[in-house]
């Protein structure tokens, strides 16, 4: 069982991208669900969390606004949709399945990494 991410590339400043991830061989939706994104050189930074029932969502301070976390029960996969995207937001974003069906952030599972880069 693993987490398979899809999504992400090359934008310019302003523009919009979606990442999307699911399970394999496990269900997502009964997980909580991550995204959490690393920087060169920098700390990882939580991005979005939905819980597994959809009613809790939280969004880190960078992206509030700009980005929106969404749960697909249809084909149980969790989308990342990010607009007016800023340079700053370049980094590699992770999936990660959180270790109930709330978000603790004690993150279970982990993403293979999708690479995001913003050009100016």
């Known amino acids: 069982a693993h987490i398979v991410q899809s999504g992400g590339g090359l934008v310019q400043s302003g523009g919009s991208l979606r990442l999307s991830c699911a399970g394999s061989?496990?269900?997502?939706?009964?997980?909580?669900t991550e995204w959490y994104r690393q920087a060169p050189g920098r700390e990882r930074e939580a991005v979005a969390c939905i819980s597994s029932s959809g009613d809790f969502i939280y969004y880190g301070d960078s992206v509030k606004g700009r980005f929106v976390i969404s749960r697909d029960t249809t084909n149980d996969a969790v989308h990342l949709q990010m607009t007016n995207l800023k340079p700053e937001d370049t980094a590699v974003y992770y999936c990660?399945?959180?270790?109930?069906?709330?978000?603790?952030?004690?993150?279970?599972?982990w993403g293979q990494g999708t690479q995001v880069t913003v050009s100016a």
């Open positions: 990660a399945t959180d270790t109930g069906p709330s978000c603790t952030f004690e993150y279970d599972a």
């Open positions: 061989g496990f269900t997502l939706g009964r997980y909580a």
